[in-house]
């Protein structure tokens, strides 16, 4: 190794995550799970949801997933264990998307048609409630009538039921209602407004008779009606328990949201929550499972973040330019809003404190907030490693142009490749061990070692010695999108479980939830009513 290979790993070094520090990031989060259940009154929140889907619900439901960057709107069909003798679906065991001769998407025993997706603009994340709230009801009066245009007025129910997937925090008390809490994303609406009513409102100021064809909508759109409201994580993890029952052998253990945001759900006792955080209507006894939002990159981890020592001073950077700062750290390490700018900061840090080139010949833009994102990185710098071929692509981005004070050297972007490596191997190890210490918190993996048995495990287990892998349904731009890093992801779980456990079963196996947000607001409607 080159003197300065060594110096840079040196300077690079905070960034690096070793097995052991993993393994304790592991223990310590479950410790700190298992204390938010308990305790925290925004972290590992209780949902109204008590069973699973058994793969048997059927029917028809408009659907919304509404997350940090894009609204998409659709009917999603669930076809039940059995199919119509007029519906065919395409057989897919690995759960994606395909497509019928008619257009219509299927994801195992789901149809999903009609939809459409709509970046959220930026405008909409800074204004008031009702003006992001009534977009969305426009949005859903453009998918509504297109489902019913060219059908006769008498297929035209008069209610239709509708299911919500939010990619925010929320409580809830019943399965159709939830008050936000504060948003994060870039979002700045605080105001704890009623989710399912403003939803509601802003699709009523759409529903007004259409002109033309008279048979059509002569007195108005359909009325929706609030079937089932669901956290992202949540819909993901019902969505692909609906596709893929349990058996002895496999179950799907968390849901998983990965994308501009991270968040996670997974199944609880009621006995593993704090008595204040169950509803006092609730009948249920303390061994009833129930489905969590765990909402695990709030505050709350930060405790545990720094006992294992991974938050460097270019996090906290980071975090001192966010909208709010100590909000959600954890996040900030991990998730797609956040990952370019973690990049840039240790970039343009490298460039001039350790390379020590004058801040005057950087180019002007690698030196302004969020100008690298995670989508550029995974478009330019994560599909190649060759520093020569980096430089090539940079030379012709706008904004990154070769100068006469700057060239884009073999050098320098050998230090770009290495950090972005690095950023992004840290949010998948990250990502593996939460993963780990949600499992050991549920009780589906227990660790004993040198100390005993893992103490800090809390919730239900109905695993036999017969089970094979417990899955973690996946869904959101970052892991599905992003060049192997659902790869490191599955390496590291590997690893750890085998360090941890030294046992080969049960494996942790990462699946895919295509459109788990609208499919599992469906499934959640279906449970409802």
Same mark, same amino acid.
């Given at each position: 190794?080159?003197?300065?290979?060594?110096?840079?790993?040196?300077?690079?070094?905070?960034?690096?995550?070793?097995?052991?520090?993993?393994?304790?990031? =592991? #223990?310590?989060?479950?410790?700190?799970?298992?204390?938010?259940?308990?305790?925290?009154?925004?972290?590992?929140?209780?949902?109204?949801?008590?069973?699973?889907?058994?793969?048997?619900? !059927?029917?028809?439901?408009?659907?919304?997933? /509404?997350? &940090?960057?894009?609204? #998409?709107?659709?009917?999603?069909?669930? /076809?039940?264990?059995?199919?119509?003798?007029? =519906?065919?679906?395409?057989?897919?065991?690995?759960?994606?998307?395909?497509?019928?001769?008619?257009?219509?998407?299927?994801?195992?025993?789901?149809?999903?048609?009609?939809?459409?997706?709509?970046?959220?603009?930026?405008?909409?994340?800074?204004?008031?409630?009702?003006?992001?709230?009534?977009?969305?009801?426009?949005?859903?009066?453009?998918?509504?009538?297109?489902?019913?245009?060219?059908?006769?007025?008498?297929?035209?129910?008069?209610?239709?039921?509708?299911?919500?997937?939010?990619?925010?925090?929320?409580?809830?008390?019943?399965?159709?209602?939830?008050?936000?809490?504060?948003?994060? *994303?870039?979002?700045?609406?605080?105001?704890?407004?009623?989710?399912?009513?403003?939803?509601?409102?802003?699709?009523?100021?759409? #529903?007004?008779?259409?002109?033309?064809?008279?048979?059509?909508?002569?007195?108005?759109?359909?009325?929706?009606?609030?079937?089932?409201?669901?956290?992202?994580?949540?819909?993901?993890?019902?969505?692909?328990?609906?596709?893929?029952?349990?058996?002895?052998?496999?179950?799907?253990?968390?849901?998983?949201?990965?994308?501009?945001?991270?968040?996670?759900?997974?199944?609880?006792? /009621?006995?593993?929550?704090?008595?204040?955080?169950?509803?006092?209507?609730?009948?249920?006894?303390?061994?009833?499972?129930?489905?969590?939002?765990?909402?695990?990159?709030?505050?709350?981890?930060?405790?545990?973040?720094?006992?294992? &020592?991974?938050?460097?001073?270019?996090?906290?950077?980071?975090?001192?330019?966010?909208?709010?700062?100590?909000?959600?750290?954890?996040?900030?390490?991990?998730?797609?809003?956040?990952?370019?700018?973690?990049?840039?900061?240790?970039?343009?840090?490298?460039?001039?404190?350790?390379?020590?080139?004058?801040?005057?010949?950087?180019?002007?833009?690698?030196?302004? #907030?969020?100008?690298?994102? !995670?989508?550029?990185?995974?478009?330019?710098?994560?599909?190649?490693?060759?520093? &020569?071929?980096?430089?090539?692509?940079?030379?012709? !981005?706008?904004?990154?142009?070769?100068?006469?004070?700057?060239?884009?050297?073999?050098?320098?972007?050998?230090?770009?490749?290495?950090?972005?490596?690095?950023?992004?191997?840290?949010?998948?190890?990250?990502?593996?061990? %939460?993963?780990?210490?949600?499992?050991?918190?549920?009780?589906?993996?227990?660790?004993?070692?040198?100390?005993?048995?893992?103490?800090?495990?809390?919730?239900?287990?109905?695993?036999?010695?017969?089970?094979?892998?417990?899955?973690?349904?996946?869904?959101?731009?970052?892991?599905?999108?992003?060049?192997?890093?659902?790869?490191?992801?599955?390496?590291?779980?590997?690893?750890?479980?085998?360090?941890?456990?030294?046992?080969? *079963?049960?494996?942790?196996?990462?699946?895919? %939830?295509?459109?788990?947000?609208?499919?599992?607001? &469906?499934?959640?409607?279906?449970?409802?009513?």
């Amino acid at each position: 190794m080159s003197h300065q290979t060594a110096a840079i790993d040196d300077w690079l070094e905070p960034l690096q995550i070793s097995p052991v520090r993993l393994c304790s990031l =592991v #223990r310590q989060l479950s410790a700190t799970y298992s204390d938010l259940a308990l305790h925290s009154t925004d972290q590992f929140l209780a949902t109204p949801i008590t069973r699973i889907p058994t793969g048997h619900e !059927t029917g028809e439901y408009l659907t919304i997933d /509404l997350g &940090g960057t894009n609204l #998409r709107i659709a009917f999603v069909t669930l /076809l039940g264990s059995s199919l119509d003798t007029q =519906v065919r679906r395409p057989e897919d065991p690995t759960n994606k998307l395909s497509h019928d001769h008619k257009g219509h998407l299927f994801a195992g025993n789901v149809r999903k048609s009609h939809g459409k997706s709509w970046p959220i603009e930026e405008h909409l994340k800074v204004e008031k409630a009702e003006d992001l709230f009534g977009w969305v009801g426009e949005c859903l009066a453009e998918v509504v009538e297109a489902r019913f245009f060219h059908v006769t007025a008498e297929q035209i129910p008069n209610v239709i039921p509708l299911g919500i997937t939010f990619s925010f925090p929320m409580m809830q008390s019943t399965i159709t209602e939830a008050t936000l809490m504060p948003m994060g *994303k870039g979002f700045a609406i605080t105001s704890n407004p009623d989710l399912g009513g403003m939803v509601l409102r802003g699709y009523e100021r759409y #529903r007004k008779p259409c002109s033309g064809d008279g048979k059509h909508f002569s007195e108005g759109l359909p009325a929706l009606k609030i079937a089932a409201i669901s956290n992202d994580a949540v819909a993901t993890f019902l969505s692909l328990s609906y596709s893929t029952r349990a058996t002895l052998q496999s179950k799907t253990a968390i849901g998983l949201i990965l994308g501009t945001g991270c968040n996670a759900a997974v199944c609880l006792k /009621l006995e593993a929550l704090g008595t204040s955080k169950r509803p006092s209507d609730w009948t249920t006894t303390d061994h009833a499972m129930l489905v969590i939002n765990t909402e695990w990159t709030l505050r709350g981890t930060t405790p545990a973040l720094c006992e294992v &020592g991974l938050i460097t001073r270019w996090d906290k950077a980071l975090d001192e330019e966010s909208h709010n700062p100590g909000f959600q750290p954890f996040e900030y390490m991990t998730a797609g809003s956040y990952l370019g700018e973690v990049v840039r900061l240790v970039l343009v840090d490298t460039y001039l404190n350790f390379m020590h080139i004058d801040r005057t010949r950087l180019p002007s833009t690698l030196l302004q #907030r969020q100008a690298l994102t !995670t989508p550029f990185l995974a478009q330019t710098v994560a599909t190649t490693s060759e520093p &020569g071929i980096l430089a090539e692509r940079l030379r012709d !981005t706008r904004g990154f142009e070769e100068s006469e004070h700057w060239t884009w050297t073999v050098e320098v972007c050998a230090v770009f490749l290495k950090i972005e490596s690095l950023v992004l191997r840290r949010s998948a190890a990250m990502i593996a061990a %939460a993963i780990l210490a949600l499992l050991f918190t549920s009780g589906d993996i227990v660790v004993e070692d040198a100390q005993g048995p893992n103490t800090t495990t809390r919730g239900f287990s109905d695993l036999s010695e017969s089970v094979e892998e417990l899955v973690v349904a996946y869904c959101g731009g970052l892991i599905c999108l992003y060049p192997g890093y659902r790869a490191r992801i599955q390496a590291f779980l590997d690893t750890i479980l085998q360090d941890l456990t030294q046992r080969p *079963k049960p494996r942790v196996v990462l699946r895919e %939830a295509s459109e788990g947000g609208m499919i599992g607001a &469906g499934v959640l409607s279906a449970l409802a009513l």
